[in-house]
């Protein structure tokens, strides 16, 4: 048995409020408990999303009902929503800064770069600062960060040019941080997806990308400081329309993908350890959990199956997949929370990483 301390999901979309048929924060927080996950941060493109306090009040007081491990709740930065100084408390209540620079699911998208300049400014130089942007959007978050001096967390890094400019970053002092999702470290857009799974089923933003990027990845994986699930559930009816919504669930497959990729002589004991724990607590100045641990059978081998996982969209790409590690306990603030296969603690025992 190995034992690991209670990981943090920097990114997931617990879809609370607006679209909990696909999952809500009981759902959504039980499936981070079945991953070994003991802190999960949700973002903030819900329905509405989330960008005041009226609507941070609207998630993290389901999140206070609902919620089964500890939670953060990010704000999403808006067209007129940038003035963070005059709103003196909040962000200190939020997980952090969401700014979509890209183009994704849900309707928080700032297109014009004078939108950018605000946000880079008065969001706290203290606070975390988390960028959806792709290729040159996210060379042109970058030099916002260098422009602003400040911190930048670049989410679900997925491309070659990508990790290669990060790794520059890095190298010229600029305080960038950067995820990277399973889902792009373990498959590409020409992988076949398993049994009965149509196109649609593999749309999520970024794109699954190339075997050439996938290498590129895995070569630096000393540049990335958080493995994040960016678990995204779309019901698999919505999936297998001619409209597919971009985003793949993941937060019950991480940690099996990546103690497989232990096995396998990939990754080490401490790279996970680092990504999924350490790094992630420090770059988003998370509280101590005591008490809070995690215990992995490394010798179990086991088949993943949509049918048997908490999550409320029914599907994963990773179906069928023969994977080497199994989690057996969590054990949250003195108390197993997940035993087995069974969720033991109470919607509501999750506390407000912020709070
Ligand atoms: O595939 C994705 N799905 N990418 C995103 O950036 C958003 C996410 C979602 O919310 O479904
Ligand atoms: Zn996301």
Redo the contacts with the bound molecule.
């Keep these: 048995m190995l034992k690991l301390p209670g990981l943090i999901d920097p990114h997931v ?1 617990l879809r609370e409020p607006g679209a909990t048929y696909k999952e809500d924060f009981d759902s959504g927080t039980s499936a981070a408990l079945a991953g070994g996950f003991t802190v999960v941060l949700a ?1 903030p ?1 819900t329905k509405p999303p989330i960008f005041d306090s009226g609507t941070l009040d609207l998630a993290l007081n389901a999140a206070k009902q609902k919620a089964r491990c500890d939670y953060g709740q990010y704000l999403g930065a808006g067209p007129d929503n940038a003035d963070w100084e005059l709103k003196k408390s909040l962000p200190s209540r939020a997980a952090g800064l969401k700014m979509y620079l890209d183009s ?3 309707e928080l998208r700032l297109d014009d770069m004078t939108l950018w300049h605000p946000h880079f400014e008065n969001w706290p130089k203290d606070m975390p600062l988390v960028a ?1 942007a792709e290729s040159r959007s996210m060379a042109a978050a970058i030099l916002f960060a260098s422009i602003y001096d400040r911190s930048l967390h670049i989410a679900h890094v997925s491309l070659k040019e990508e990790i290669l400019l990060i790794k520059a970053a890095k190298e010229n002092g600029l305080k960038v941080t950067c995820e990277v999702c399973p889902h792009h470290l373990f498959m590409t857009s020409s992988s076949p997806f398993g049994r009965g799974q149509g196109e649609g089923r593999k749309e ?2 970024p794109r699954l990308a190339s075997q050439k990027d996938v290498d590129a990845l895995w070569e630096n994986l000393d540049v990335i400081d958080c493995f994040a699930s ?1 678990h ?1 559930p ?1 019901t698999i009816e919505e999936k297998d329309t001619d409209n597919p ?3 793949f669930p993941g937060l019950e497959t991480a940690l099996p993908l990546f103690l497989t990729a232990m096995d396998n002589g990939r990754l080490t004991m401490d790279d996970i350890i680092s990504k999924m724990f350490s790094n992630p607590k420090k770059i988003f100045n998370l509280p101590e959990q005591a008490e809070t641990w995690v215990e992995v059978d490394e010798n179990e081998t086991y088949e993943i199956k949509a049918a048997e996982q908490f999550t409320r969209c029914d599907w994963t790409p990773f179906e069928g997949w023969q994977v080497k590690g199994k989690l057996r306990k969590v054990v949250l603030r003195g108390k197993t929370a997940f035993e087995d296969g069974k969720i033991l603690v109470n919607a509501g025992y999750g506390r407000d990483v912020r709070g």
């Design positions: 979309h973002m493109n994704t699911f849900g959806h999520v933003r960016d995204a779309h919504p971009p985003g």
